[in-house]
């Protein structure tokens, strides 16, 4: 159903800096770069939704919604909580550290952070179970 994600940036150079080793991680690969933009998802692969970050094309300055933010799902708590280490390594900053958020389901595991331009991004799990 999505195609893709695109959030804006002031400083392209520092926002690949912040993506590039989480989408590595999550073992997604540069699909598209230009001097305005670059995408993550799998070049060999059409159907897997890409994540742009660029400079906005009305060339005003990029600037956050509020209530905005992409959720990345992944297959196991571990994961969640090495992204959030890279996020915060990587210039990003804390809105919710990794852990159980039973008040969105039993097993749901999340961890949320913003990108140096205040982007939020999640990273969620659905496990079995808070033990899982």
């Known amino acids: 159903m999505i195609s893709y994600t695109m959030v804006g940036t002031n ?4 926002s690949v800096r912040f993506y ?3 989408f590595a991680q999550m073992g997604l ?3 598209f770069r230009d001097d305005n933009c670059v995408s993550w998802g799998k070049k060999s692969d ?4 890409r994540f742009f970050t660029g400079y906005p094309f009305d060339g005003e300055k990029a600037t956050v919604g509020n209530g ?4 990345f799902v992944l297959e196991n ?3 969640i909580d090495r992204l959030y280490a890279i996020a915060m390594r990587e210039g990003g900053s804390d809105d919710g550290e990794p852990g159980f958020r039973p008040q969105y389901g ?3 595991y999340a961890a ?4 140096p331009d205040n982007n939020k991004i999640a990273f969620v799990a659905y496990l079995g179970s808070e033990q899982d």
């Not at 905005?68 to 959720?71: E, G, I, K, P």
């Not at 949320?112 to 990108?115: A, K």
Request: include cysteine; hydrophobic fraction near 40%.
């Open 11 to 14: 400083d392209l150079e520092q």
């Open 20 to 22: 590039d080793p989480l």
């Open 29 to 31: 690969e540069q699909c």
């Open 46 to 49: 059409m159907t897997v939704p």
């Open 68 to 71: 905005v933010m992409t959720a």
């Open 77 to 79: 708590s571990a994961m």
């Open 106 to 108: 039993s097993g749901f």
């Open 112 to 115: 949320y952070v913003r990108d």
